[in-house]
C-alpha cells in the first residue's frame, strides 16, 4: 500500500521520504502510503506481544475468479454472483471453506455434488458429499447481497460528496476483500480473475488487466462491463472502481495508461501523474523485468488513504491532487514512483505472509528514492535518505525485527520497520554489492519467483548464489533483529606520527532482539582537496584504527559514501564541522555538519548558517540550515531568519516561515502578517495563517475571520484558520465557525471537518449554555461519512455537555472494535467526568454496574454454549462426525437436480 496523509500523533506508516523532500511539515508527514494509516494506527494500541502468526494452509488450489456485481449507488448495497474454480491439492476436499464477512447468501451451487453450507458472518463453509478428488477442477457459485462495511466504499451525494463525482473503489490489502466477495483471502495463493460490473450507461468501470468486453444489457438497461487479468495474482490485489470519472490517457511503448478522478477533478490529474511514462521508462531499465502487467490505470478516489497498488490498478486518494499555485512544494512523485514500484515487488511477487511485508513495502521505499535519484539527482536522492533516517534513529520503546511474526493485527506489520527501515537495509545492500550486481540479484529474484508468493529467504539466497558470499550475519542483524547500531566516533591528529586515529564505539544495547552489528565501511580524510578513503571493517564493541596521513586533514568523514543506518555521535573541531559545511560535493556531510551546529549558540555560528541558508546550491541544505537557527534559539539565529524570509525555492521559503513561527515574540506576529499580505502561494501562507493562533490580539482575530470564510482549493486555508482559531480558545469564534461549517461542509474534505467539529467543542467547551453546540454536533453523529460520524462523538466528549451522555451511549459498545464505537467509548469517558452532573461515586457505581453486565453476558454465553454442548450429546451424529447443532444458518441448495 502507499500513503496517507493526516494522522497527527497516532500513526506513522508510510512513506515518509517524498515529504521530506517535498517540505511537508514533519507533523503532516503522517499522513501516509500503502496503506491505510488509519488502521496502522488502530493496531498499534492494542500491539501486545501476541501468538505467532503464519499462513494458512492451502488445501485448494485456486485457479480462477469471476465476481459479477451490480451497485446500488443510492443504498449503497450490492448485488454479487461470484464463481470460484478450484482443485483439491494433496487431498480429497470435504469441506471447502472461503471468507465472507457479512454476506447475504442466497445460494451456493457447485459443478461438484454438494451436502449443504453454513454461513457466518466470516465464512462460507461448503460441504461435499462425495468429497472433491484430488486436481479435480470444481466450481462453486455464490448469489449473494451486501451492505458492505469495508472492502468496497461508496462515495455518493447523499453521503455529502459531489454531484456528479459518484464512485465507489474497492481495497483489498490486507483482509477487506471478503466484505464484498467470497474468497480465500490470504496471499499465499494466486490465481487469474475476472471482474464484471453492472453501472449505468453514463458510469466507468476500471479493473486489474485488460477489458474484454463493455455492452449494453437491455434487459436492466445497465452497462456491464468485464475485465479479466489473466496472470494469477493474490487476491488482496483485485479491484475495482466505478462511477462519474474523468479521465486522460497517455502510452509507455505499447502500454496503455490512463488516470482516473471523480469527474469534476480530472483538471488537477495532470500534475499528480505527468510522470508516469517517464517513470516505467526508468523502472524497466533499473530493475531489468518488463513491466508485467497489459496496462497501469491510477484511480484518485475520495477519502481514500495514501494509494494501493492492485495489479495494474493503483487506487489513491484525491488528497494527492494538487494545484499550480504550490510551486514545488506538493508533489505526488513518491507516492505515484511507490505504487508503480509494486506492480514488480507486491504484485509479480507477493510476500507470502504479513511477516514478510518488507519484500513489498521495502521496495517500493526504497525504488522511490531511486527515481528520486534519476530525475532530480543524486544529492535529492542522498537528502532523501538522510530525513528517513532520521524518523528511523529516533528512540522507540520496541526493538521488533522487520520479518516480524507476533502481531495481532497484520497492520501492524505497515510500520517504520517494513517501510523506510527495509528501504534502507537495501540501500545498504546496493551500496555493498555495487549497483551492477544489485540489479543481478533483483532481476534474478524476480524472474526465478515471477508470479509467485515469496519470503525472505529467497531473496538472500539468490545474493549469495550470485555472489559467493554468506549473508546470514547481514540478514540476521538487519532483518531478523531489531534496531540499528548506536556509534560513538571520535577523530585524534598525533603530529608526532602523522597518525589519525579513530575511535569507534558501539554503544547500543545489546539485548536477544538487538546485536552487535557487524559492518564494513569506509573513513575518508580530505587534506586541502585530497580525497584518501580507508576500509575498516566494525565487528566488535570497541575500535581503535590509526592512519598514516602525509598531513593532517582538514575534513574526516566517517561513512562518506553514506552507506550505514546507524546513529553516529562524531564530536569535531568546530573548524573541521564550517569545511564540511562548504563543502558542496558531499551533501552528507553538510547536512551532519548542520545538525551538530544545533547545539552550538554562538555569533560565528549564526552568520554561517544565515550566510547557507541564503546562498547553497541544494535547496534541502538551505532547508536545514533554517531548521538549525530554529533550534539554536538566540536573538540573531530570529535576525538571520527574519532577513531571509526573500527565497526563490518555495520549499526553501516555507521551512523560513516554519522556523520563525517557532519564535514566540511580537516580530514574528508582524512577519506572519507580512507574510500573509504579500505570499501568492497557498501552502506558505497556511502555514502563516496556522501560527496565528499563538498570538492573542485584534488584529489576528480580523485575520483569522476573513480566513475563516475564505474560499480555497479543498478549503485549506480556513482549515488553517480553524487550526489557529483551536488555539486561541476564543468563545468569539464559536458563532462564525459554527456557520462555516454548518454552510460549507462539502468543502472541506472529510477529515478537516472532523477537525473543524472538535475545534468547535473545544472552544465552547467552557461556555455556560453549551445547548446550541450540543445540538449542532448532534446532528452530525448519524452522518454517512464515518469519519465525520466519529468526529461528531468524539467532539461530544470534547465539549463535556453530560446531557450528550445518553446519544453517545447509544453508539457505545461493550468491545469497541471500529472507529465509531472507540470515538464514543472516549467520549463517554470525558463525559462521565464532568461532576457538576454526575459525582464521581455516580460514575464508579456504573462502571461497577458496567462491569457487571459484562460479567454476566460472558456468564449467559458459557451457558449457552453448555446447553449447545448437552443437546449435541444427545443427537446422533453425522456420518462425517460434524456437529450438527452449529449456530450457523445451515442451508440445503434449493434445488439438488441442478448441481452436478
Ligand atoms: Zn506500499
Redesign the pocket.
Known sequence: ??RIIRLTSCVFL??VLGMAITGIADDRLEEL???RLVFAAAAQEKAAIAEPQYAPDREADILHITIDVTPDFKNRTIAGTTTIKFAPISKPLTEFRLNAVDLDVSSVTSSAKIEGYSVTDEAITITFEPAVPVGAETTVTVVYRAEPKKGLYFRTPEMGYREGDTHLYTQGETHEAPHWYPNYDYPNERSTSEVICRVPEEMMVISNGRLVSEQMDSNSGLKVVRWLQDKPHVNYLIALVAGNLGKIESKYRDIPIAFYTPASQIKYAENSFKDTADMLEFYEQEIGVPYPWDKYNQAACEDFGG?M?NTSLTILGTGTLFTDETENIRSSQGLVA??LV?QWF?DYVTCKDWSHLWL??GF??YYEDLYDGYKNGRDSMLAGLYGTASYLLRDRPEHKPIVYRSYKDSWEQFDYRT?GKAGWVLHMLRTELGEEMFRKCVKTYLERHALSSVVTEDFRSVIEELTGRSYDRFFDQWIYHGRHPDLTVSYNWLEKDKLAKISIEQTQEVTENVLLFNFRTKVRFIIKDELIDREIVVDGKQHDFYFRLPDEPNIVRFDPDYGLLANIKFDKPMEMLYEQLENHKDVIGQLRALEAFKEKKDKKTVEKLKDVLNNDPFYAVRRNASSALREIHTAEAFEALADSLVQDDARVRQQVVRDISGFYRSETLTLLKRTIRNEKNPAILEVAIRNLGLYQHKSTRRLLLKYLQSVSFRNELATAAIEAIRMLNEPFFIVPLQRVLDEREMDFRSWDFTRGLNALAHISRNEDDKTKVCNFLAGYVNHPKDSIQAGAIGALGTLGDPRAIPIVETFSSDEPDNNIERAAEKALKELRQHKQLVPDEIVRLRETVDEFRKETDKLKEELDDIKKRLDAKEKPVEKNGKDETSDSNKNTPPDKSEEE
Open positions: 500500500m502507499a508510510v512513506c502510503q500503502c496503506g494509494g497498488e511507490h505504487e509494486h507486491g513489498n513495502e517500493a521505499t517501510y
